[in-house]
Structures are given as C-alpha cells and as structure tokens.
Nanobody, 129 residues
Framework: QVQLLESGGALVQPVGSLRLSCASS??????????LAWFRQPPGPHRAFVAA????????SNKNSVKGRFTISRDNAKNTLLLQMNILKPDDTAVYYC????????????????????WGQGTQVTVSS
C-alpha cells in the first residue's frame, strides 16, 4: 500500500506552465517498484489518462493531446512523481490525480485506470485568462 499526495495545482493563464508533484509514503515495496501515472478529471464523470512511467523508470507513455507539452518523471530517491506542464490550454483544466500500482504493466495497459490500486486526493488545475 502506498499513500499519495498531489500538490502544485493552481490557476494559470493559457500558454503558462505548472509543475505538479506527487509525494508518496509507502511501506514494504520500494517506490521504484511501482508503475506511476497521472490522470485528470475535468468537470463531469470521466477520468482520463495523461501520462505514465514504468517502474524502474524503464519507459513512459503520454496521452496524444499532451505530447510535446507535458513531461512525466520520477525521483525514486525522493519518492516523488512529477508532471511538468507547459503551454497549458483551457482544455487542460481538470483535477489531476496521481496513481500507483505495484503490478508490472505492459505499455498498452499503462493508460487503464483499472490497473492502479493507489490514488491521491487530486489537485485542481485551472487554465483561464
């Protein structure tokens, strides 16, 4: 089991930047052994995949609409997941959640929220002028 806490959400103008952090505290398995992801939920019921990084930092996956703008990274020494978001658009407005699983996932499964058993509480990102 791992506890996740997101931070860094804010109100930002279009084409601005934000960096989200997800700090974890876990017992048992080392943080590096978790596959990690960011999802987001705009107003409404649907939660969408944003980006993910494999355990052991062996690969990443990104939603097409954020490629070239968002970068996911992890710092295993600090037990932290990061999401650098650049050139933000109003459509990026959402609550952003980090998620973790200690199950090894193939790349095609990283975007499936059903595979993650640990979730943070979310942080609000609002892009508006």
């Amino acid at each position: 089991q791992v506890q996740l806490l997101e931070s860094g959400g804010a109100l930002v103008q279009p084409v601005g930047s934000l960096r989200l952090s997800c700090a974890s505290s876990n017992s048992g398995r080392a943080f590096s052994g978790y596959s990690l992801a960011w999802f987001r939920q705009p107003p409404g019921p649907h939660r969408a995949f944003v980006a993910a990084v494999q355990r052991m930092n062996t690969g990443t996956s990104n939603k097409n609409s954020v490629k070239g703008r968002f970068t996911i990274s992890r710092d295993n020494a600090k037990n932290t997941l990061l999401l650098q978001m650049n050139i933000l658009k109003p459509d990026d407005t959402a609550v952003y959640y980090c998620a973790a699983t200690n199950t090894g996932l193939i790349t095609s499964s990283l975007a499936g929220d059903q595979y993650y058993e640990n979730w943070g509480q979310g942080t609000q990102v609002t892009v508006s002028s």
